[in-house]
């Protein structure tokens, strides 16, 4: 049986990297895939296409996630065209990494508006939805840099960390109808991180937490996927750790 059939998912982010992974295990899961993208409408595009091609349902939304208008907007499209959102996955996420002492406020608000602010705005005007429709799972995508500190990381560190309060409230507020929950992500096996990372900081990385590999989007999404499904109904409020243990030690 497909886990999610007849069920629409919202991804923000979703153009490439996790967020694209998360919309092609969505899909092959049978629900309806709405993708938001800021900039890359082409990458959007192809990976609506390939769920498309493959009988499903996808839809490419245009927004930054920081701005209130076009939240709603967005928001408003995807209950037109797919009558609800049963789930939201805040993918999206921004990293400019600075020393402290040379940190730019305006990289310091960038980030903390699509760390922070864009999953606030898109959660908001979701979860109005689902509270109405008494049903709702919303995963927020998380770091362990909110609470392994590293230099030149504080705005995304202490967005993070604001993140995983932010779904703490919303759990809070939001239940007894919506579930809320966020994954903790250290390293993941991708080209982003092998171009932002030396490939000694690579393995350093790898070799730091218990399991010795890094995770895959891959592996990451069927953790998204299971969060949002039947299987984790009665957990809500929490930050877990997809780490290979690295919080733990």
């Known amino acids: 049986m497909e886990l999610f059939a007849g069920q629409s998912v919202l991804i923000t982010g979703a153009s ?3 967020g694209k992974q998360l ?3 969505f899909a092959t899961q049978g629900a309806k895939v709405a993708l938001n993208y800021a900039s890359s409408k082409e990458k959007a595009d192809k990976t609506a296409a390939r769920i498309v091609a493959a009988g499903g349902e996808a839809l490419t939304c ?3 996630i920081a701005r209130s208008d076009d939240v709603h907007s967005m928001v408003n499209q995807v209950v037109e065209v797919f009558g609800g959102i049963d789930i939201l996955v805040n993918n999206a996420g921004l990293s400019i990494d600075t ?3 040379e940190m730019r406020e305006r990289d310091w608000d960038r980030v903390v508006d699509v760390n922070l602010k864009g999953p606030f705005l898109v959660s908001q005007a979701v979860g109005r939805h689902m509270v109405a429709a008494k049903r709702g799972r919303i995963v927020n995508i998380s770091a362990t840099s909110a609470v392994v500190a590293r230099s030149g990381n ?4 202490a967005s993070k960390a604001g993140l995983n309060m932010l779904t703490q409230s919303m759990a809070l507020e939001l239940g007894p109808y919506v579930n809320v929950n966020a994954v903790a992500l250290g390293f993941v096996d991708s080209e982003l991180v092998r171009e932002l990372f030396t490939p000694e900081e690579v393995a350093q990385a790898a070799n730091s937490v218990p399991l010795k590999r890094l995770t895959t989007y891959e592996e990451t999404s069927a953790f ?3 969060l949002a499904s039947n ?3 009665f957990v809500t409020g929490q930050t877990i750790p997809f780490d290979g243990g690295r919080v733990m030690r």
């Open 99 to 101: 020393p402290f002492l």
């Open 16 to 18: 490439g990297g996790l």
């Open 231 to 233: 299987a984790a109904g």
């Open 224 to 226: 998204v996927l299971m």
């Open 154 to 157: 504080a705005n995304y560190a």
């Open 23 to 25: 919309a092609l295990d």
């Open 62 to 64: 245009c927004a930054d």
